[in-house]
């Protein structure tokens, strides 16, 4: 497995421009183990994560993550990881394919960045393929991950154990449905539903948000249960920053929308140091108390509830790069411990 990983990595760079990619492990595959995970690894397996969804919960081994600012590089890593290639990018590629050892179950595709969404809503329900800025970088017409609405990489890592260095990732199958979003809702609505009244009010926002610079100035949200009390609508950012611990997010989102099954979707992956903080996030954006405490229902006027649907959760672990092949539960050599969490 190490030698088919590294022949895809000796054919690009480790970067955008190349080819950048991860390799993670579900509870069911550390299930095949005598011994249990260490308790420095926060990885529950997958549930609902709120009172109105009911996804599919997702078991298999692993999952290949591959991205790239250039489509073709991932197709193309894909072929040789299925033994398909001699060659990748001119680099000679080894003769062990990954899928020597596993079977393939599952495969998810998608693109987010100005532009895309708007080029492949065509091919897509749920989603009014004219209604969709044309510089949007995602369907819901609104830049997203600003740097500063971000976990660090640091706070992402887990600290101890022989997972150290290491992290833990949720990946989501939402539905989106847009025709509403779009068709019913005017501009207000969308910023005040995406962001905060505050937001729609002031018209913090042009366009897809480019102005904001490097924070989405959730700060300047009035609280959210004042905000349900007095406009009768509270923003997804405004809940969702309720999960914060220091003032900042404690998942990395890496969220990217897909038109996979001819069905406009978002393919929400976060990264956090245990599956625990992506609860907890995802529960701040439920809003269920501030549902049950003023006219925000518990989906409508709640966020963007109302426009998403969970067709699937699962939960992994990214070993740290020593571990990333095959890894037992209960590895013998303790990975480098991370001591400071700003080094
Ligand atoms: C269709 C699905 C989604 C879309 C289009 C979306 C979009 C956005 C946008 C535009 C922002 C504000 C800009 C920013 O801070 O980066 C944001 C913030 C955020 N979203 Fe989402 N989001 C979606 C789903 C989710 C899900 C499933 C979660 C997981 C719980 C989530 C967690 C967050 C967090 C933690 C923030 C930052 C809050 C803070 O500043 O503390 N989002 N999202």
């Not at 709120?50 to 072929?79: I, K």
């Not at 209604?131 to 887990?158: W, Y």
């Not at 903080?277 to 108390?289: C, L, Q, S």
Request: with cysteine; net charge negative; charged share 25%.
């Amino acid at each position: 497995m190490e030698t088919a990983l590294q022949g895809i990595e000796h054919a690009y760079e480790r970067s955008g421009k190349g080819l950048v990619l991860t390799v993670s492990y579900s509870p069911a595959y550390f299930d095949r183990f005598d011994e249990d995970l260490p308790e420095s690894v926060a990885l529950p397996a997958p549930k609902a994560l709120a009172p109105f969804e009911d996804p599919e919960l997702d078991t298999p081994d692993a999952v290949v993550h591959l991205a790239s600012n250039t489509a073709q590089v991932v197709l193309g890593a894909e072929e040789s990881l299925k033994g398909n290639k001699s060659t990748l990018n001119g680099v000679e590629q080894p003769d062990t394919a990954l899928t020597d050892v596993f079977e393939i179950v599952d495969r998810r595709t998608g693109f987010v960045g100005d532009g895309l969404p708007a080029e492949n809503a065509g091919d897509a329900e749920g989603v009014p393929a004219d209604k969709v800025p044309e510089d949007a970088p995602l369907f819901m017409g609104f830049k997203s991950g600003f740097k500063k609405n971000q976990a660090s990489e640091d706070r992402v890592t887990i600290q101890s154990g022989p997972f150290a260095g290491g992290t833990t990732q949720h990946i989501s199958k939402l539905q989106l449905n847009l025709n509403q979003w779009y068709n019913q809702d005017d501009r207000w609505q969308r910023e005040a539903k995406m962001f905060c009244p505050y937001h729609a009010e002031n018209d913090v926002i042009e366009g897809t948000g480019d102005n904001l610079g490097t924070s989405s100035k959730i700060d300047d949200c009035k609280p959210v249960d004042e905000t349900a009390r007095e406009m009768g609508v509270v923003g997804h950012s405004q809940k969702s920053a309720a999960a914060r611990e220091n003032d900042t997010p404690i998942i990395l989102r890496r969220d990217f929308n897909s038109t996979d099954g001819g069905q406009a979707g978002l393919h929400f992956l976060a990264l956090q140091r245990g599956i625990g903080d992506f609860e907890k996030t995802r529960k701040a954006m439920n809003g269920t108390d501030v549902s049950k405490q003023s006219a925000v229902g518990q989906r409508n006027n709640n966020g963007i509830l109302q426009y998403i649907r969970t067709e699937r959760r699962g939960n992994y672990l990214v070993p740290p790069r020593s571990l990333r092949a095959l890894p037992p539960a209960q590895p013998a050599t303790n990975a480098q411990e991370v001591t400071d969490a700003s080094s």
